[in-house]
């Protein structure tokens, strides 16, 4: 018998995948299920117990000693999604009660973002940090602070949404109904939004010229990675926007480092130069030259699992 | 023998102030001395002795279990006072080790706006609160951020510097050499400074025109509570920007309250209602009707004394 695995599930707006973690950080076996389509929580749930149980079984020597969830709009302390724009159940589910119910098994949820910055401290490069901010930049731009090795959760468990602190006051219209949120410049959507206004500024000159209608951010990379002064531009704009944003959230937590993850921060130094740069120019004097930007050290493919299985051993060890 | 009472020390630009504080927050004497003026630290701290041993010389049946000390750039984590600007001691002064030395008493220091937020937990309107920030709105605006009971210090010491997170991209210049931070609006020079603005746009028509040159803060104060509409004004627009980056630092740490203190405070519900208003106005939505914009608990007078006492209550108990 072996105690030290954990169930990680990360509950994501298109899929749910879960694996099978072991204390170092290994993904031992993983599943996935569609998210979308069940008639209710209920049964997606019952889905997503018989997707693990089958994965379970092959791994029967294995104790599972804690289930973790990452979900979109999820509460630590309440072990709820409340309210998620992209889940199809409204209002506000008791998950982590109604998964430790249907397995047995002590169960602890929290933001995706927030998991991914427990994540970071447990198996990938924050290790040794007990102050940093992991800022994931995808379809949204999500956060999670971390200071004196605690996650900061806030008097209602939502801290955290650096995404929507306002980059530009009067800026782009967001999703959330504000204008000039973070996330409306530094999303994967925000980076595709920047590169259709510098190709308006420089007509005819970009390879992103054929596919505007239906222009990614992978696009722009591909074609700042061949040298489009446009695509290029655009990851400088958003560094630039960015790392004016960043240099607030230093000056309320001041972090050792910011690590950044998601779609966008694939980009690498095409972003994380300018970014550095950026950064620096903005920080108060006391804070110059003390803040690393670094990559994630979570593999993209399983951050999601390994995020959600990390807070097995935060919360339940 | 009694061991429940504190030392309560202020060092500030002008004057240092220094109390015996009991375990509820009572101040039992204080003392005061020139901050300025002395050839070294040392200096300084010779007369801080001679200062306070006549007052603990009319409390002799007190035992002082221990000192808490409140400075400008004060490090927490080293007991530092690192390159003050409003200091006349230059480079990092090991302010808590030689006090500690001086006076035998085991001291702890911080900067006056983490002293202020621990005072306002330990003593104040904060005492049933785990998360909350702490803004001091006075020569400049400093700030404390407390989440899950513990003060913010950051890897570093010098976390919480919200009043240099930029208001206005490419506004006023302020003493830090950057452009637009809130305390160059929030501070009583920037709400100075924005009553001129004010009385350009509307001249002559205002109580405030015949001092011009030597305006104050609390002459706008004076002249909003006799109906003077520029100075009215004044405190709408101080309060538009207050909340807009207030709305920031919520989205960051979610707090249930954010205290005022300081001069600019003193304005009451001039500015406490337009700022209502704006933070609500301002915030994301799942923080919308949560976060109460209080004043401060701690009178005027003695915060410092108190805010530093509360430091012995907090750390070395």
């Not at 410049?185 to 939004?193: E, F, L, N, P, T």
Request: aromatic share 6%.
């Amino acid at each position: 018998m072996n105690t030290q695995y954990s169930l990680g599930i990360d509950i994501g707006g298109t899929n749910t995948v879960a694996g099978i973690v072991s204390r170092n950080g290994e993904i031992i076996s993983k599943t996935s299920l569609p998210t979308r389509g069940h008639a209710s929580f209920e049964v997606f749930l019952d889905a997503l117990k018989t997707a693990t149980d089958k994965m379970l079984a092959q791994h029967s020597n294995l104790e599972i000693s804690g289930i973790g969830i990452g979900a979109p709009n999820g509460n630590f302390y309440n072990g709820t999604i409340e309210y998620a724009p992209n889940l199809e159940w409204e209002g506000v589910i008791r998950v982590a009660e109604l998964v430790e119910q249907k397995f047995g098994i002590k169960t602890v949820l929290t933001n995706d973002a927030n998991a991914a910055a427990i994540g970071e401290m447990i198996y990938g490069n924050a290790r040794d940090m007990r102050d940093f901010i992991v800022i994931t930049l995808g379809t949204g731009v999500g956060s999670g602070i971390v200071c004196g090795g605690e996650l900061i959760y806030g008097h209602d468990g939502f801290a955290g949404e650096i995404g929507h602190t306002i980059a530009i006051p009067g800026g782009r219209t967001c999703g959330c109904g504000r204008k000039g949120c973070l996330e409306t410049y530094a999303s994967a959507g925000g980076v595709v939004k920047t590169a259709l206004e510098i190709m308006d500024a420089l007509p005819g000159k970009s390879v992103m010229e054929n596919r505007r209608t239906q222009l990614k951010a992978a696009d722009v990379y591909q074609a700042a990675i061949a040298g489009d002064e446009a695509a290029i531009l655009t990851f400088e704009q958003t560094a630039l926007i960015l790392g004016a944003s960043l240099a607030n959230s230093v000056a309320h937590t001041s972090p050792e480092a910011i690590f950044l993850f998601g779609g966008v921060a694939n980009a690498g130094d095409l972003l994380l130069t300018p970014l550095k740069e950026s950064l620096e120019e903005n920080l108060l004097n006391i804070y110059k030259g003390k803040v690393q930007i670094l990559r994630s050290g979570l593999p993209d493919a399983d951050a999601a699992i390994l995020g959600a299985a990390s807070l097995v051993q935060k919360y339940l060890k």
